[in-house]
């Protein structure tokens, strides 16, 4: 680990109020990230990870459904970012890692065990499919992954009452803000509430969309795989 690495995350750790070890267990994954050549991201270079990984997963600490979740699922959560920061961070929390890839959830096992990590599991399953995760979860976490409103349809049904989808985005998007609110009205799920964030300085652009499980979703909820991506629920035009 380089020294600055290093010392970026000993100022995250400050800035987020992480628990005694973090650090440790941070520069865990990013040794492991820049080590290991099936790593499923192209940003490997400890430092540059820091901030491009680490600190954009922290800085949803900044929502208070962040920080009071104790029941997370993180999908599509590729090489574990924001699920193994945000497993770091909440230790009292209980974080699932849901990835349709083999590959990809192997390399979370091994991350979880390098981290010593034992609040996560790797869940090798679609979201639509990972029927144990039904109601279950007061927070549903996504990053890179899928449109606004396919994220509010995979998320809704795993939601409990009052629980949260947090996703990240980049520039704001009209069209894809009002297809996720449509979604969302059509699952129990309120308009998002939109977060502009700067997880490190130079950071732009950055928006977390949280949305809150005010209602019951339809029993028709979740459609079968695919459907949420080939079949999405739109805003009337």
């Not at 520069?27 to 270079?45: V, Y």
């Not at 005010?214 to 909820?221: A, D, E, I, L, N």
Request: hydrophobic share 50%; proline share 6%; glycine share 8%.
């Amino acid at each position: 680990m380089s020294a600055r690495s290093r010392k970026r995350l000993a100022v995250l750790a400050t800035r987020f109020h992480l628990p005694e070890g973090a650090v440790g267990q941070l520069d865990a994954l990013l040794d492991l990230l820049a080590s290991d050549p099936t790593a499923p991201t192209k940003i490997t270079d400890p430092a540059t990870a820091a901030d491009a990984h680490v600190a954009d997963a922290l800085v949803a600490l900044e929502l208070d459904a962040v920080r009071a979740a104790r029941q997370i699922a993180d999908l599509g959560s590729g090489a574990g970012f924001p699920g193994l920061v945000l497993a770091v961070a909440l230790p009292e929390a209980r974080v699932s890692l849901v990835e349709s890839s083999t590959k990809k959830c192997a390399f979370l096992e091994r991350a979880a065990e390098a981290m010593g990590l034992e609040n996560v599991e790797a869940i090798a399953s679609r979201a639509e499919e990972w029927a144990a995760g039904i109601g279950r979860c007061d927070l549903v976490t996504a990053r890179a992954v899928a449109p606004l409103n396919v994220l509010v349809e995979y998320a809704a049904p795993l939601l409990g009452d009052g629980g949260s989808l947090v996703a990240w985005k980049g520039r704001r998007d009209a069209p894809e803000e009002a297809d996720g609110d449509a979604a969302a009205a059509g699952t129990g799920l309120a308009a998002a509430e939109v977060h502009p964030v700067r997880p490190w300085d130079g950071a732009e652009h950055l928006h977390l969309h949280a949305f809150v499980k005010v209602g019951s979703t339809p029993k028709r909820y979740p459609r079968r795989a695919g459907m949420a991506s080939k079949r999405p629920l739109r805003a009337v035009a």
